[in-house]
């Protein structure tokens, strides 16, 4: 059965830095192309951060210089490090794996920034 769990959401003034955490369960993680998205209030979900089973990534615009994901496959977890955070990355981030051709979802984390 596949899990995720995130952790690390929390309330940080503009330029402030978090990291957060996506703990997966099952035997599916180094399989899996491991993502973050975003969903600010009364937005749809976007993708922010997605990285390969061999590690390649990729960022949204938005994001680009600001956030970093990594993964650790003996830990079985994802990170997002966000650095210089904005008013505008405040929402729920959630984390996503995409494993033979689904995709699983955790509960979210709340992210919010305050100016």
């Known amino acids: 059965q596949v899990q995720l769990v995130e952790s690390g959401g929390d309330l940080v003034q503009a330029g402030g830095s978090l990291r957060l955490s996506c703990a997966a369960s099952?035997?599916?993680?180094?399989?899996?192309?491991m993502g973050w998205y975003h969903q600010a209030p009364g937005k749809q979900r976007e993708a922010v951060a997605v990285?390969?089973?061999?590690?390649?990534?990729n960022y949204g615009t938005s994001v680009k210089g600001r956030f970093t994901i990594s993964r650790d496959n003996a830990k079985n977890t994802v990170y997002l490090q966000m650095n210089n955070l904005k008013p505008e990355d405040t929402g729920v981030y959630y984390c996503n794996a995409f494993y033979q051709d689904r995709a699983y979802w955790g509960q979210g984390t709340q992210v919010t920034v305050s100016s």
């Open positions: 099952g035997n599916f993680f180094s399989g899996s192309v």
């Open positions: 990285i390969s089973t061999g590690g390649s990534t």
